[in-house]
């Protein structure tokens, strides 16, 4: 009895494994563009690269579903072509029965920074056909946005107090100078009146004196 349990379980993957196939309901494709990427440093496609596909989908499903340790014996592959281009399928590694392929779904798009990084690519050369690129979460910024904007509108007010200051202070110096201006020049006119008056008290007037002469005669 033990024997054939043991060898159900020794079989069951290789029976899953027929079912693995182009288009199939609950399969999707993956195609790997290595030397677009990275150029002169494309590493070759193997078998140990194989094995870490296989490894970072069964991670995602792992980390989808909780409830179920997933193992690179869960992650089923077949028609690879030397492209690097090849369909898998997930099963259950509870009783082997595929898991439907909304939840792979789901699965590949919450961890698919993590395979992207484990085979150094991007959402462009690492394509799942039929899964949509994730967009990359927004950056949480370590200061929040409304302080952000607190600041810059405090710091429009300030300037505004400065700027107001500076012009009153440089109004009151205008006027102050105008003022010590004008009042000098009052000084200047006074001066030159007084100076003029002073002139000609000193002029002597000829014409009463030579009419004072005729007249004594």
Not at 39 to 59: H, I, T, V
Not at 102 to 107: G, I, L, M, S, T
Not at 119 to 124: G, I, R
Request: charge should be negative; aromatic fraction near 8%.
């Amino acid at each position: 009895m033990l024997e054939n349990i043991f060898l159900l379980l020794c079989l069951a993957p290789a029976l899953a494994a027929q079912t693995c196939e182009p288009n199939a309901p609950d399969a999707y494709k993956v195609r790997l563009s290595i030397k677009t990427a990275l150029g002169e440093q494309a590493y070759k496609w193997d078998e140990n690269e194989k094995f870490l596909f296989q490894a970072a989908l069964a991670y995602a499903m792992r980390n989808h579903i909780q409830e179920q340790n997933f193992s690179v014996s869960n992650i089923l592959t077949c028609n690879e072509t030397e492209r690097v281009s090849f369909w898998f399928m997930v099963t259950s590694p509870l009783d082997m029965s595929l898991i439907k392929k909304e939840e792979v779904e789901k699965a590949v798009r919450k961890s698919r920074n993590r395979i992207n990084n484990a085979f150094l690519l991007s959402d462009a050369t690492l394509e799942f056909i039929g899964i949509l690129p994730t967009l990359a979460a927004p950056a949480d910024p370590d200061t929040p946005p409304w302080l952000i904007v607190f600041g810059v509108v405090l710091g429009v007010i300030l300037a505004s107090i400065v700027v107001l200051f500076a012009s009153s202070v440089v109004q009151n110096n205008r006027k102050k100078k105008k003022g010590i201006d004008e009042e000098e020049n009052d000084e200047e006119r006074r001066v030159k009146i007084v100076e003029n008056g002073a002139a000609n008290e000193g002029v002597y007037n000829t014409t009463f004196t030579a009419d004072e002469g005729f007249t004594q005669m």
